[in-house]
């Protein structure tokens, strides 16, 4: 979103982008300063049912009020709660709303009720956008009718790599440390091939609520003088691109932009071919490798194979840039302005036919193939 969100600013759009928290603690990623950022202070959890519900008011109230002073052309939401959330707080606006899964939405950790909330609201939404093929499939044909796939976005990395020690190789991951994640299979299939790569170590950059767990493992693997957990950083691509081998091994994912700056790289990946990302990216023994979800085995033996060829991981990191040409920025943000612009124009005139022409328009405007 921050991506997104820049690119317009950029083109000298107006653009508003509103969080639910309480605006303590500075963006991560940085936001352009021509964009207003209005940080709602309605996040929080809910102790009880009751308070669920009243949260759940308060947030809707919240945000009805913000868009309506904001009068924007267009609201886009991201994520499941927050899709459900901006949709009841827009009833009656007659503005056009995009909603995005940013997950396989067959996998989302949410309840019942939440997914109840998804299929009830949903049909209310402008466009539904999701990121693989395999997502949109999750949805009953009326509402994908109203979907479009639009991959996430790839930049390009910096034009450098500083020298690294040819005493050390180093395998890399990046993401938040959560079950999602699958940092305990990689930590896992690390210990089983380490002894066999003496001058290997593994880090995996992020922070998360299994940061102690994860920790633990290290501990009762007995690797912790080579599995590093640093936190976050600043910079994702200088530690990228020191790199010598990047892995993810996700239990599932939406479309996963950590897999994608790693290529951009020019790293050989290794991906689990999990729900529902990773096989939309990586041509199979082309430019990385997938291996089977959750498969430790399958996992150990990949590293195991690429750690201990640098012939194949070259012949793997040289294709591996073409990620960021096939889902490149332009090509991307280009849909998603086409997109825009249908919304916008067809709820001006007629709502309900807007969409039977996105539907028809859809199949033309979205896919972005492998080369």
Same mark, same amino acid.
């Given at each position: 979103m921050t991506n997104m969100a820049n690119y317009w600013a950029a083109k000298q759009w107006k653009i508003t982008l509103l969080t639910f928290d309480d605006g303590a603690i500075p963006p991560f990623y940085r936001l352009d300063s021509r964009i207003r950022h209005i940080s709602l202070n309605i996040a929080g959890d809910s102790a009880s049912v009751a308070s669920a519900v009243r949260n759940v008011v308060n947030r809707v109230c919240a945000l009805r009020r913000t868009i309506r002073k904001s009068r924007p052309d267009a609201v886009i939401s991201f994520m499941d709660k927050t899709n459900v959330t901006t949709l009841l707080a827009t009833r009656g606006l007659n503005l056009p709303v995009i909603i995005s899964e940013r997950v396989d939405p067959a996998m989302r950790p949410i309840s019942k009720l939440w997914t109840r909330l998804c299929r009830i609201t949903y049909p209310a939404a402008d466009l539904t956008v999701v990121q693989s093929e395999a997502a949109l499939n999750y949805f009953s044909a009326r509402l994908r009718a109203r979907t479009q796939v639009i991959p996430n976005p790839v930049q390009s990395p910096p034009a450098y790599r500083r020298p690294k020690s040819a005493a050390q190789s180093s395998l890399i991951s990046v993401g938040r440390l959560e079950q999602q994640k699958g940092f305990d299979l990689l930590l896992k299939a690390f210990a089983r091939v380490k002894d066999r790569h003496? =001058?290997?170590?593994?880090?995996? @950059?992020?922070? %998360? #609520?299994?940061?102690?767990?994860? &920790?633990? !493992?290290?501990?009762?693997? =007995?690797?912790?003088?080579?599995? @590093?957990?640093? %936190? #976050?950083?600043?910079?994702?691509? &200088?530690? !990228?691109?020191?790199?010598?081998?990047?892995?993810?091994?996700?239990?599932?994912? %939406?479309?996963?932009?950590?897999?994608? &700056?790693?290529?951009?790289?020019?790293?050989?990946?290794?991906?689990?071919?999990?729900?529902? %990302?990773p096989r939309f990216i990586i041509n199979d023994r082309v430019d990385g490798l997938l291996v089977p979800n959750e498969d430790v085995t399958a996992l150990a033996d990949a590293m195991d194979r690429l750690m201990g060829s640098e012939t194949e991981r070259n012949r793997l990191a040289a294709r591996a840039p073409e990620i960021a040409s096939r889902f490149g920025l332009e090509k991307v943000m280009e849909i998603w302005e086409r997109a825009l612009a249908q919304v916008i124009r067809h709820r001006r005139t007629d709502p309900i036919e807007s969409h039977q022409l996105l539907a028809s328009k859809s199949k033309h405007q979205v896919r972005v193939e492998h080369s």
């Amino acid at each position: 979103m921050t991506n997104m969100a820049n690119y317009w600013a950029a083109k000298q759009w107006k653009i508003t982008l509103l969080t639910f928290d309480d605006g303590a603690i500075p963006p991560f990623y940085r936001l352009d300063s021509r964009i207003r950022h209005i940080s709602l202070n309605i996040a929080g959890d809910s102790a009880s049912v009751a308070s669920a519900v009243r949260n759940v008011v308060n947030r809707v109230c919240a945000l009805r009020r913000t868009i309506r002073k904001s009068r924007p052309d267009a609201v886009i939401s991201f994520m499941d709660k927050t899709n459900v959330t901006t949709l009841l707080a827009t009833r009656g606006l007659n503005l056009p709303v995009i909603i995005s899964e940013r997950v396989d939405p067959a996998m989302r950790p949410i309840s019942k009720l939440w997914t109840r909330l998804c299929r009830i609201t949903y049909p209310a939404a402008d466009l539904t956008v999701v990121q693989s093929e395999a997502a949109l499939n999750y949805f009953s044909a009326r509402l994908r009718a109203r979907t479009q796939v639009i991959p996430n976005p790839v930049q390009s990395p910096p034009a450098y790599r500083r020298p690294k020690s040819a005493a050390q190789s180093s395998l890399i991951s990046v993401g938040r440390l959560e079950q999602q994640k699958g940092f305990d299979l990689l930590l896992k299939a690390f210990a089983r091939v380490k002894d066999r790569h003496s =001058g290997w170590t593994l880090t995996i @950059l992020g922070e %998360g #609520r299994k940061r102690g767990e994860l &920790e633990s !493992l290290i501990n009762q693997l =007995g690797i912790g003088d080579r599995a @590093l957990l640093p %936190g #976050r950083v600043d910079d994702v691509y &200088e530690q !990228l691109l020191q790199a010598d081998l990047f892995v993810m091994p996700s239990r599932y994912e %939406g479309f996963p932009n950590a897999l994608c &700056e790693a290529m951009s790289c020019g790293l050989p990946a290794i991906s689990t071919d999990c729900p529902s %990302g990773p096989r939309f990216i990586i041509n199979d023994r082309v430019d990385g490798l997938l291996v089977p979800n959750e498969d430790v085995t399958a996992l150990a033996d990949a590293m195991d194979r690429l750690m201990g060829s640098e012939t194949e991981r070259n012949r793997l990191a040289a294709r591996a840039p073409e990620i960021a040409s096939r889902f490149g920025l332009e090509k991307v943000m280009e849909i998603w302005e086409r997109a825009l612009a249908q919304v916008i124009r067809h709820r001006r005139t007629d709502p309900i036919e807007s969409h039977q022409l996105l539907a028809s328009k859809s199949k033309h405007q979205v896919r972005v193939e492998h080369s």
